[in-house]
């Protein structure tokens, strides 16, 4: 995530800062659709990595706005 995203969660209340983190999490997984629709290469590989990896970021994230009760 990006430090500029985190600064704006850390910023807001927890119910907005869980709707930040949800369309965020849509936009990527609306970003992996696209690309495993282009094909397999190294290149696409590559993105689908990044895209889970800042996925893995934003679950985290929401864990501490939001712990689990």
Same mark, same amino acid.
């Given at each position: 995530?990006?430090?500029?995203?985190? *600064?704006?969660? &850390?910023?807001? #209340?927890?119910? &907005?800062? @869980?709707? $930040? =983190?949800?369309?965020?999490?849509?936009?990527?997984?609306? =970003?992996?659709?696209?690309? =495993?629709?282009?094909?397999?290469? /190294? *290149?696409?590989?590559? @993105? =689908?990595?990044?895209?889970?990896?800042?996925?893995?970021?934003?679950?985290?994230?929401?864990? $501490? $706005?939001? /712990? /689990? #009760?």
């Amino acid at each position: 995530m990006t430090r500029i995203l985190e *600064e704006t969660i &850390d910023s807001l #209340q927890p119910t &907005d800062a @869980i709707r $930040v =983190l949800d369309a965020v999490d849509g936009t990527l997984d609306a =970003l992996r659709n696209d690309a =495993l629709q282009i094909g397999d290469t /190294p *290149e696409i590989r590559e @993105i =689908l990595h990044r895209i889970d990896v800042y996925k893995g970021h934003l679950q985290r994230q929401r864990s $501490v $706005v939001a /712990p /689990p #009760q």
